[in-house]
């Protein structure tokens, strides 16, 4: 899947709803907060098993995959699918099975009493129980070619794009497990991958870092970033530049990986659920919190595999523990 600043598209087809959501409704058995792959599953499964649900989207409805355009790897679709597009079929399967809409951004909650509590700017909805699928977002690097480029060169995930770039020569930024990883993973299509870290050693761990020093594919350009990216229709070029000597270079590449870490969206939820030291959140058992009752799914609890398809197997595996949860509860 390769990103791509598409985000227009998927709100172009909000207006496809089958079912408009009943304004003045605000308690429901479930409240999903966040609509990519992990909250909408969790919609489809929670509706189905009879449960009155509601998401809350917030603003930009679809999570990352709104932000890529061809998705090859999401089974069911024999030729792919834009990213947009799977978003949009997604949320239609939601409402088909009846849960509840609404695109509003979530502002607090309090997950103190039950029934737990979702605010929005206008609105104070309840739910039985909640699931927490507000994802994570790739850290950027900020630069103004990384925009310009993102979907056309520039990427922040190996395993979605790395088909795209056979026989190329690339770059990976980032130091970190991920940054190894996807340099690694990269070889396999790429004629030369250059691995470009601002320091002169690696946070990997050792192992990956023996694995990546042994593959003569990768080029490590230490105590170096990227300053700029250039091209035209797609990215051709990085200027590379040494922050110790001030050396700049520049390498004609046809694809940039960022692999500088990940984001979880957790501010929200910081004094009420257990969170890790980069603020993923810590899942007791399966997919329940510390907090009874509350339960996450996906990127927002997952550093590792980060895909939509394992989000979507979490939201599946979130509503139903949250079924067992409220059939054991004695509120039911
Ligand atoms: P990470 O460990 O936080 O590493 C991020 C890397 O990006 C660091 O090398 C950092 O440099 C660099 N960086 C950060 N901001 C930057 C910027 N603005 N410009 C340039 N470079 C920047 O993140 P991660 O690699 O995504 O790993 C996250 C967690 O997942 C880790 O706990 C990791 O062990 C785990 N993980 C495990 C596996 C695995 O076991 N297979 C695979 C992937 C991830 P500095 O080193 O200078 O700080």
Redesign the pocket.
């Known amino acids: 899947m390769m990103s791509a600043n598409t985000g227009a598209t998927i709100l172009e087809n909000k207006d496809e709803s089958p079912k408009m959501p009943d304004k003045k409704k605000t308690k429901f058995d479930i409240v999903i907060i966040g609509a990519g792959p992990s909250g909408y599953t969790a919609g489809i499964y929670s509706s189905r098993a009879g449960y009155d649900t509601l998401i809350l989207s917030g603003i930009l409805p679809g999570g990352q995959l709104v932000n890529t355009t061809e998705v090859e790897n999401y089974p069911g679709f024999e030729k792919g699918i834009m990213g947009p597009d799977l978003m949009i079929e997604m949320r239609k399967q939601t409402q088909r099975m009846g849960t509840t809409i609404i695109d509003d951004e979530v502002v607090d909650v309090d997950f103190r009493h039950k029934p737990f509590k979702v605010l929005t700017a206008s609105e104070e909805y309840e739910g039985r129980a909640v699931i927490i699928a507000t994802g994570a977002n790739p ?4 630069l103004a070619g990384e925009q310009t480029f993102a979907g056309k060169g520039v990427s922040y995930c190996a395993t979605c794009d790395g088909p795209f770039f056979r026989n190329q020569e690339l770059i990976v ?9 996807e340099a690694t993973f990269l070889t396999k299509f790429a004629t030369t991958v250059h691995l470009v ?3 002169e050693s ?4 050792k192992i ?1 870092q023996d694995r990546a020093e042994k593959n003569n594919k990768i080029k490590f350009h230490w105590n170096s ?1 990227v300053i700029d990216i250039k091209g035209d229709q797609k990215m051709q070029q990085a200027v590379l530049k040494n922050i110790k000597t001030g050396e700049e270079k520049t390498l004609n590449v046809g694809g940039l990986f960022v ?4 984001e979880p969206n957790t501010k929200l939820f910081k004094n009420q659920i257990d969170l890790d030291n ?1 603020g993923y959140i810590i899942l007791k058992n399966k997919t329940h919190t510390n907090i009874e009752g509350v339960f996450a799914a996906g990127d927002v609890h997952d ?2 595999y980060r895909q939509a398809i394992t989000a979507a197997g979490f939201g599946c595996m979130a509503a139903i523990d949250v079924d067992k949860y409220l059939t054991d509860s004695s509120e039911k």
């Open positions: 850290r950027k690097l900020g930024v980032g130091g970190g497990d991920s940054a190894i990883e870290h601002r320091r690696l946070r990997a761990s990956m970033a692999a500088i870490g990940h980069e550093r590792n």
